[in-house]
């Protein structure tokens, strides 16, 4: 029998000082309430410390540990996986990513007696000239411009929203040259006449008088639709974010140039090859290996990495796509295949919440894969699923609470049993169902055609990948006017990121301190440059040093003590306490401090309202759990005015306690007249909403499956 795997006296983060066993060539479960350590134990400590270990043995630049251990044994070696997809360059792509390209480039110089430097994407000469190489081009994007519910003359076109009266004008002008009605709205001109204004040209010159900087302004030029790209004003140009990626009608979106095409291997060019779903590619590559036997080695390789990812319900792939496209599930269950098909055994496998975005049928697979892992692995799952937490050998519960209420050792059976939430919740009857139809190509989708429960909540599940983030993240801000989209993503801050700013409560904070002793807000701010931040960290909290040429050790200011403060702020108070003191404040005490301030309570009442209560003011947004960031992000968008919220799997990660607070929270907006959309397949989310979709992909076209 294999030794544990031993971990004592950890206190990395807010663990404290606790110590677990794993055991090998198991299931490993840790369960708790988000930010009570499950990352800081799973991650930063014990894969952590295989990862330094295994670089210790061979890196010249093994860096500080960022753990905090008393001693550890019989450690393996670490492959953490993790849900989340920070990848941004847009040529990686998944046959790059999984070194899976350079198997189809052996193939096609074998076969066609080519160089393999002459199918390689990386030089000019080899790639498409019209999109260097992407398969996509930005152009603008009509469904992003034009509002179609506008009149003419109240001007359609949303980059013309500033000097507004001199495009209005321009489009009168143009508009009578060409007899066009001015009171029409864009929607229901016919397409000739929707055309000549966006792509149209004026055949004379017109003058126009506009206001500019608070005082007229004449302008004399002919009229060039939105589209075209050209000025009319040289202080008016097009802002990126009216544009989108289309597929490169050059290539096809093959990447490759001209030449290649005529380049086959059974019947197919590399860039047909890269742009085919895995399953088109596992028939081309099983006749490669009838017909080339010699190919075998790279036809295996391929074979088997498709094979194991349309296991994994990712059959809809391509290998062009590039991996910012991929949400975290799909990059996740791509990483567990690289480890299902590798030749390297017994090592420690940590996943992050392997089911989460996942329909019921995909869980299934996905969970009976990772369990026959733990034949030549041992497996380490943040996870809060029954079935994994049944087929476990060992489960680690952490808690009380998050933040400075968790990294404690609590029984699981207590915990488990406390996430037994009955509650009668009783649906809203759905009166106002509307019809959203656009037809725009976004990615192999062609466009949408779906309903929705106006002034309701409404739950979207499909199968992973189907479209569902796209459908909110892309195609509903072309629907709805006042929409917001909450990602799935993590915050992106800098150092100067804290809850404090994140909540919009910070600029409120020191006002009160600015008021009282007539100074400026700067005086009391911690943002660099200004006159409070601390002179030796520069108001980040923190000195980093560069160790190495890759690795950066980062230490809490000694001089400020990690607020950011200039010392000279601790002789200034409200109430009793000084900024110091209201930075080391949680969410809960301060609530309590501000309760006669609105302005400041009020995001922090709603803050607590999704548990978030345990977070202090002065915490970095980069140390928040996924469940904190996402439960953050919701208290943020609060203070928006809009008609209609998109969020995008709000409870990944969380307890079902958290389940029922943050669902609780949503459904507040629809107290208040709002719609709300949510992308989530948690079971016991369901019973939250008043209205159930599934999407599904007909023809290129999202829409609802009938019957839900």
Same mark, same amino acid.
Request: net charge positive; aromatic share 10%.
């Given at each position: 029998?294999?030794?544990?795997?031993?971990?004592?006296?950890?206190?990395?983060? &807010?663990?404290?000082?606790?110590?677990?066993?794993?055991?090998? &060539?198991?299931?490993?479960?840790?369960?708790?309430?988000?930010?009570?350590?499950?990352?800081?134990?799973?991650? *930063?400590?014990?894969?952590?410390?295989?990862?330094?270990?295994?670089?210790?043995?061979?890196?010249?630049?093994?860096?500080?540990?960022?753990?905090?251990?008393?001693?550890?044994?019989?450690?393996?070696?670490?492959?953490?996986?993790?849900?989340?997809?920070?990848?941004?360059? +847009?040529?990686?792509?998944?046959?790059?990513?999984?070194?899976?390209?350079?198997?189809?480039?052996?193939?096609?110089?074998?076969?066609?007696?080519?160089?393999?430097?002459?199918?390689?994407?990386?030089?000019?000469?080899?790639?498409?000239?019209?999109?260097?190489?992407?398969?996509?081009?930005?152009?603008?994007?009509?469904?992003?411009?034009?509002?179609?519910?506008?009149?003419?003359?109240?001007? #359609?076109?949303?980059?013309?929203?500033?000097?507004?009266?001199?495009?209005?004008?321009?489009?009168?002008?143009?508009?009578?040259?060409?007899?066009?009605?001015?009171?029409?709205?864009?929607?229901?001109?016919?397409?000739?006449?929707?055309?000549?204004?966006?792509?149209?040209?004026?055949?004379?010159?017109?003058?126009?008088?506009?206001?500019?900087?608070?005082?007229?302004?004449?302008?004399?030029?002919?009229?060039?639709?939105?589209?075209?790209g050209v000025p009319m004003l040289r202080t008016s140009s097009i802002s990126e974010n009216y544009y989108s990626d289309f597929t490169c009608e050059e290539c096809n979106g093959e990447k490759y140039a001209k030449k290649?095409?005529?380049?086959?291997?059974?019947?197919?060019?590399?860039?047909?090859?890269?742009?085919?779903?895995?399953?088109?590619? +596992?028939?081309?590559?099983?006749? !490669?290996?009838?017909?080339? #036997?010699?190919?075998?080695?790279?036809?295996?390789?391929?074979?088997?990495?498709?094979?194991?990812?349309?296991?994994?319900?990712?059959?809809?792939?391509?290998?062009?796509?590039?991996?910012?496209?991929? @949400?975290?599930?799909?990059?996740?269950?791509?990483?567990?295949?690289?480890?299902?098909?590798?030749?390297?055994?017994?090592?420690?496998? $940590?996943?992050?919440?392997?089911?989460?975005?996942?329909?019921?049928?995909?869980?299934?697979? !996905?969970?009976?894969?990772?369990?026959?892992?733990?034949?030549?692995?041992?497996?380490?799952?943040?996870?809060?699923?029954?079935?994994?937490?049944?087929?476990? %050998?060992? $489960?680690?519960?952490?808690?009380?609470?998050?933040?400075?209420?968790?990294?404690?050792?609590?029984?699981?059976?207590?915990?488990?049993?406390?996430q037994n939430v009955n509650v009668a919740w009783i649906k809203r009857p759905v009166v106002d169902v509307r019809d959203y139809r656009i037809d725009h190509p976004i990615y192999q989708f062609k466009g949408v055609d779906?309903?929705?429960?106006?002034?309701?909540?409404?739950?979207?599940?499909?199968? @992973?990948?189907?479209?569902?983030?796209?459908?909110?993240?892309?195609?509903? #801000?072309?629907?709805? *006017?006042?929409?917001?989209? +909450? %990602?799935?993503?993590?915050?992106?801050?800098?150092?100067?990121?804290? !809850?404090?700013?994140?909540?919009? +409560?910070?600029?409120?904070?020191?006002?009160?301190?600015?008021?009282?002793?007539?100074?400026?807000?700067?005086?009391?701010?911690?943002?660099?440059?200004?006159?409070?931040?601390?002179?030796?960290?520069?108001?980040?909290?923190?000195?980093?040093?560069?160790?190495?040429?890759?690795?950066?050790?980062?230490?809490?200011?000694?001089?400020?003590?990690?607020?950011?403060?200039?010392?000279?702020?601790?002789?200034?108070?409200?109430?009793?306490?000084?900024?110091?003191?209201?930075?080391?404040?949680?969410? *809960?005490?301060?609530?309590?401090?501000?309760?006669?301030?609105?302005?400041?309570?009020?995001?922090?009442?709603?803050?607590?309202?999704?548990?978030?209560?345990?977070?202090?003011?002065?915490?970095?947004? @980069?140390?928040?759990?996924?469940?904190?960031?996402?439960?953050?992000?919701?208290?943020?968008?609060?203070?928006? %005015?809009?008609?209609?919220?998109?969020?995008?799997? #709000?409870?990944?990660?969380?307890?079902?306690?958290?389940?029922?607070?943050?669902? %609780?929270?949503?459904?507040?907006?629809?107290?208040?007249?709002?719609?709300?959309?949510?992308?989530?397949?948690?079971?016991?989310?369901?019973?939250?909403? *008043?209205?159930?979709?599934?999407?599904?992909?007909?023809?290129?076209?999202?829409?609802?499956?009938?019957?839900?």
């Amino acid at each position: 029998m294999q030794e544990d795997i031993v971990v004592k006296e950890i206190s990395t983060n &807010n663990l404290k000082g606790i110590s677990v066993h794993i055991k090998k &060539n198991a299931i490993n479960i840790i369960v708790g309430p988000s930010g009570s350590g499950k990352s800081s134990l799973a991650y *930063d400590t014990i894969a952590e410390i295989g990862l330094q270990e295994l670089n210790s043995m061979y890196s010249d630049f093994g860096g500080e540990p960022k753990y905090c251990v008393g001693e550890y044994h019989n450690i393996l070696v670490t492959v953490p996986v993790k849900q989340i997809n920070n990848n941004n360059n +847009v040529r990686s792509t998944i046959g790059t990513y999984f070194n899976i390209v350079p198997y189809v480039i052996n193939i096609f110089s074998f076969v066609l007696k080519k160089e393999y430097g002459f199918f390689v994407l990386n030089k000019k000469e080899n790639v498409c000239p019209v999109c260097k190489g992407l398969g996509f081009v930005k152009r603008l994007d009509q469904t992003k411009i034009v509002d179609v519910k506008k009149k003419i003359k109240d001007v #359609p076109f949303k980059p013309w929203n500033t000097h507004k009266d001199f495009f209005s004008g321009m489009l009168n002008f143009f508009c009578e040259e060409k007899h066009i009605d001015c009171d029409c709205e864009f929607g229901k001109l016919p397409f000739e006449l929707q055309k000549k204004l966006l792509y149209g040209e004026g055949l004379k010159k017109y003058s126009v008088r506009y206001k500019t900087l608070g005082r007229f302004a004449r302008r004399t030029c002919r009229y060039f639709g939105v589209m075209t790209g050209v000025p009319m004003l040289r202080t008016s140009s097009i802002s990126e974010n009216y544009y989108s990626d289309f597929t490169c009608e050059e290539c096809n979106g093959e990447k490759y140039a001209k030449k290649y095409r005529e380049l086959t291997v059974c019947g197919l060019s590399i860039g047909e090859v890269l742009n085919k779903s895995f399953e088109n590619v +596992v028939e081309w590559a099983s006749e !490669v290996g009838l017909r080339f #036997p010699s190919m075998m080695f790279s036809v295996k390789k391929i074979i088997a990495f498709l094979k194991k990812s349309i296991e994994l319900n990712l059959a809809y792939l391509n290998l062009n796509r590039s991996i910012p496209s991929l @949400s975290g599930g799909e990059l996740q269950r791509l990483r567990l295949v690289q480890i299902f098909n590798s030749q390297i055994k017994n090592t420690l496998v $940590v996943l992050d919440e392997p089911l989460a975005g996942l329909s019921k049928t995909e869980k299934d697979v !996905v969970e009976k894969n990772i369990l026959n892992l733990k034949k030549n692995h041992t497996i380490l799952v943040i996870d809060h699923h029954e079935n994994f937490i049944k087929a476990a %050998s060992n $489960v680690i519960a952490l808690g009380e609470g998050g933040g400075k209420l968790g990294g404690k050792l609590v029984d699981y059976k207590k915990y488990l049993k406390s996430q037994n939430v009955n509650v009668a919740w009783i649906k809203r009857p759905v009166v106002d169902v509307r019809d959203y139809r656009i037809d725009h190509p976004i990615y192999q989708f062609k466009g949408v055609d779906v309903n929705l429960a106006y002034g309701r909540s409404n739950l979207i599940m499909g199968a @992973s990948g189907i479209g569902k983030s796209i459908l909110l993240r892309e195609y509903f #801000p072309r629907i709805f *006017d006042k929409y917001v989209y +909450v %990602s799935q993503k993590s915050l992106v801050g800098n150092s100067h990121s804290f !809850v404090a700013t994140v909540l919009d +409560v910070f600029g409120e904070i020191i006002g009160l301190f600015a008021k009282k002793y007539s100074k400026k807000k700067t005086f009391f701010s911690n943002l660099v440059g200004s006159e409070g931040a601390c002179p030796e960290c520069s108001g980040s909290g923190v000195i980093i040093y560069n160790q190495n040429r890759n690795e950066e050790v980062s230490f809490v200011c000694a001089k400020c003590m990690g607020t950011g403060f200039n010392t000279e702020l601790k002789k200034y108070f409200i109430n009793g306490k000084n900024i110091f003191d209201l930075w080391q404040m949680t969410i *809960d005490e301060a609530a309590d401090f501000f309760a006669n301030n609105a302005k400041i309570e009020i995001p922090l009442k709603n803050a607590q309202k999704l548990l978030l209560g345990h977070l202090t003011l002065g915490q970095n947004t @980069s140390s928040l759990s996924g469940g904190e960031n996402v439960r953050i992000k919701l208290a943020q968008i609060h203070k928006i %005015s809009v008609d209609v919220y998109g969020i995008d799997e #709000p409870f990944k990660g969380l307890s079902k306690t958290e389940i029922h607070a943050v669902a %609780s929270y949503i459904n507040s907006f629809v107290e208040e007249g709002k719609t709300v959309a949510v992308v989530d397949h948690e079971e016991c989310a369901e019973k939250y909403f *008043d209205s159930l979709y599934e999407l599904i992909n007909k023809n290129g076209v999202l829409t609802f499956k009938d019957g839900m």
